[in-house]
């Protein structure tokens, strides 16, 4: 966020983060992105990314821990952001969420933000299966 302010000449404080969740793997990624930041590794507590719909859907059985395609994550000016349709999932370092919080990432979905905050989907960095 710091970057674009300071690129674009806006004040920090009237940015967002924006996440953009792509259809490719890391290995997929050819290059760097000219704004924000490409990042992969993420998996989702709770419930699944349709790579097909490009939406949060129900997990599958037996899946705990679904990986997340590369996702581009940039800042944006509050006035510009659109968070319809969107669920502003938690992302966690670990899943023991407690002080691991790191930022929101806006995802889409076609469900009610209500289900997927009742079922406590986050996004995790570092997932230990025991």
Not at 18 to 34: H, L, N, W
Not at 68 to 79: E, F, G
């Amino acid at each position: 966020m710091q970057t674009t302010a300071r690129k674009n000449e806006w004040p920090l404080d009237r940015l967002v983060t924006i996440v953009d969740v792509t259809k490719k793997s890391a290995e997929e990624i050819e290059g760097a992105t000219r704004e924000g930041a490409l990042i992969h590794g993420l998996f989702c507590e709770g419930a699944r990314w349709d790579m097909a719909a490009g939406v949060l859907e129900d997990s599958f059985m037996k899946e705990l821990y679904p990986a997340m395609p590369v996702i581009l994550v940039r800042a944006q000016l509050i006035d510009k952001a659109d968070n319809k349709d969107q669920y502003m999932c938690p992302v966690y370092m670990t899943q023991s969420r407690s002080h691991t919080y790191v930022f929101t990432a806006g995802l889409r979905t076609k469900q009610p933000s209500a289900k997927w905050i009742m079922a406590g989907v986050a996004l995790l960095m570092s997932v230990i299966e025991a």
